[in-house]
């Protein structure tokens, strides 16, 4: 990864972070070569030690005997920190490195198998990468093993299913503009009369297994065609009458975040008869529980439901459109729904969670509804845009509101402000409201740190001074549910908080972050009337859905912000919103979407 994101991600914490990885890497390597248990557990007992450090190590390393004060530190691993920090890596860990395959770290990795079982594994049947354990699991060879059976072998088959399929969903940010591309692609095609991406791309779901593109076209075997030599696609994996399948590669602009880089994903395309657009795009679209309600509904009605309509049931065993019966409803998803006596479902809430019981459409949260901007960063911390520069790009969003917020002085590595250099800040937030007078309200905040404790980064009287502050963590993130809990909880209590920012921490198919108890949480937001942001990016996305939906059920106020470092990052809003729909919220719930007096009157409320 590159770019602003990394340096928000590693605000703070990221020597310690660091530390604790390449010490767990040493005791590692040290374990799989063989070497001495005293030096395995003298790594292993530093790297944890140092990750429940709560203070601030990148003070005390100007001071190696200030860092042999915490507890299980030596001076062999204070040395080993103090290189870390002044050249940026560890010499012995680079010398293990080179002797220890890479890919050994992946099997490490896989939930189950330890150091000793990896180095037998390594030793006797020569693995050295996840492809090579999947041979030895698959050949049986892995039960020569010491203490290795069936129920152990079917265990770490199991994990290692479960990372696979974690690791190759897409996020949504990166899968939609290939969809989008596609779409375009297709509609291009002579052919081609209608195309739309369905599938959980469309529901605007986090994450993506595949993209599934639906068309109708006049000649489908050419629409297929055109579909299979789309720009980008590398592979060809079916090629039938009306549904193809191929992968295709991501964009390299999208892969300006690093790791996605190389990765591909998979695009179906069903070609469907124009009269039964409405009731394939609602098949297609899914989510497949949906679709089971709806059919159960059809049936309750005496109707059958399928991908090419809804139809009067009879006895039959051939499928009705087989049999040139025309359907009760078809060509629209809202006849379909009409026809069952239902309003139209937006796709975000066909998850069967209730909707069908939604009485009406509801009216959810929209792009346009969005006038304010409440969680951004310039250049006096790790964003790329000069405040004049940020205020511009939410004037020309047609903003009433943008809300400066950069961070807090634990964010060291975000460049976050102390308390001096955000009392300075006030003058470049005056002159810039004078330049933007009568334009823009221009608020001067703060994303304030939260603690590993849930102590805030500055004290009460320089947060009530700001006009709005925004609370988030961003260091201590795998701390347990209950302490995870109490921390946010004492955040979203403190009567300077506005806004609790990304609540978990979590990373998509990265990181996963807090895992506070949800409940207890949005209950102490809507006592405090504290907004649960979600923050847009594709990558975080946090409050997820699920958490939102219970947040709206309990009367809690959501803010929607991009949390920007860059122009491009105000563009991630359709992936809050998608998340904030999938959440059932509506403008009301929002406090982005407030007309100004409103919102300033809830900010200026303490
Ligand atoms: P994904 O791709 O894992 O993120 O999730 P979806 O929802 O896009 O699932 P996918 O691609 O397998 O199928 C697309 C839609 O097609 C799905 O949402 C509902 C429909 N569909 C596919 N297979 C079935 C099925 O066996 N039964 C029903 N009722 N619907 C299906
Ligand atoms: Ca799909
Ligand atoms: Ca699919
Ligand atoms: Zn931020």
């Not at 928000?8 to 660091?18: I, P, Q, T, Y």
């Not at 005997?65 to 530190?73: D, R, S, T, V």
């Not at 409405?278 to 059958?304: D, I, P, Q, W």
């Not at 990016?537 to 059920?553: F, S």
Request: charged share 30%.
């Amino acid at each position: 990864m590159s770019g602003a994101l990394r340096l928000d991600l590693r605000s703070g914490m990221a020597l310690k972070d660091d530390a604790v990885r390449l010490l767990e890497e040493i005791a590692a390597m040290l374990e799989l070569l063989g070497e001495d248990k005293f030096r395995v557990n003298a790594h292993h007992r530093a790297a944890r030690s140092l990750e429940g450090f709560g203070g601030d190590l990148e003070s005390l390393v100007d001071d190696p005997a200030k860092l042999k004060q915490i507890p299980g530190i030596g001076q062999k691993v204070a040395d080993k920190i103090v290189e870390l920090h002044t050249t940026g890596r560890i010499r012995e860990h680079d010398e293990l490195a080179a002797r220890v395959p890479r890919g050994l770290f992946d099997v490490l990795a896989v939930p189950g198998l330890g150091p000793k079982t990896v180095k037998a594994m390594w030793d006797r049947l020569g693995v050295e990468s996840i492809d090579d354990l999947k041979r030895i699991i698959d050949d049986g060879s892995i039960l020569t093993l010491e203490r290795m059976g069936q129920r152990s072998v079917d265990k770490i088959a199991a994990s290692l299913e479960f990372l696979q399929t974690s690791a190759e969903r897409l996020p949504l940010g990166l899968a939609l503009p290939v969809a989008e591309r596609m779409v375009e692609h297709m509609r291009a095609h002579k052919s081609v009369t209608r195309a739309a991406y369905a599938g959980s791309l469309r529901r605007g779901r986090d994450t993506i297994g595949d993209i599934d593109i639906l068309v109708s076209a006049t000649d489908a075997a050419a629409a297929g065609e055109h579909f299979r030599s789309a720009p980008g696609v590398v592979a060809v994996l079916a090629a039938g009458e009306s549904k193809s399948s191929v992968r295709v590669a991501l964009d390299a602009d999208l892969g300006r975040w690093g790791a996605e880089e190389g990765r591909a994903v998979q695009v179906d395309l069903r070609v469907v008869p124009e009269e039964s657009w409405g009731a394939a795009l609602m098949y297609f679209t899914g989510s497949k529980e949906h679709n089971v309600r709806m059919r159960e509904r059809a049936l309750k009605k005496a109707m059958t439901l399928n991908e090419y309509g809804l139809f009067a049931q009879d006895t039959d065993p051939e499928p009705p459109h087989k049999r040139g019966i025309a359907p009760i409803a078809s060509r629209s998803e809202e006849e379909v729904y009409a026809a069952l006596d239902l309003p139209f479902l937006p796709p975000e809430i066909r998850e069967d969670r209730d909707e069908l019981n939604a009485g009406e459409t509801p009216r959810l949260v929209e792009c346009a509804d969005i006038k304010a901007e409440l969680h951004a960063h310039t250049t006096e911390s790790d964003g790329r845009l000069s405040l004049d520069e940020l205020v511009q790009a939410a004037i020309d969003r047609g903003f009433h509101t943008i809300a400066v917020t950069d961070h807090s002085r634990s964010s060291a590595q975000a460049g976050g402000l102390d308390v001096d250099r955000l009392r300075a800040q006030r003058e470049q937030i005056e002159r810039a409201r004078e330049t933007f007078q009568g334009r823009i309200t221009i608020l001067h905040g703060c994303e304030v740190d939260i603690l590993a404790d849930g102590a805030l980064d500055f004290d009460d009287d320089t947060l009530a001074w700001l006009d709005l502050v925004v609370a988030s963590p961003h260091a201590a993130l795998s701390q347990d549910a209950k302490a995870a809990t109490a921390r946010l909880i004492k955040a979203v209590s403190n009567p300077f908080v506005h806004i609790l920012g990304h609540p978990t921490g979590r990373l998509i198919g990265r990181r996963k972050g807090l895992e506070p108890a949800m409940d207890e949480l949005i209950a102490a937001a809507v006592e405090h009337d504290t907004a649960l942001e979600i923050n847009a990016h594709w990558l975080r996305l946090d409050l997820r859905d699920t958490h939102v939906r219970a947040a709206v059920d309990a009367g809690a106020t959501i803010a929607i912000d991009c949390d920007v470092h860059a122009l491009a990052d105000f563009d991630n809003l359709r992936y809050g919103i998608s998340t904030a729909r999938r959440g059932w919220v509506k403008p009301e719930h929002c406090i982005n979407t407030w007309p100004a007096h409103k919102l300033h009157t809830w900010l200026a409320r303490t």
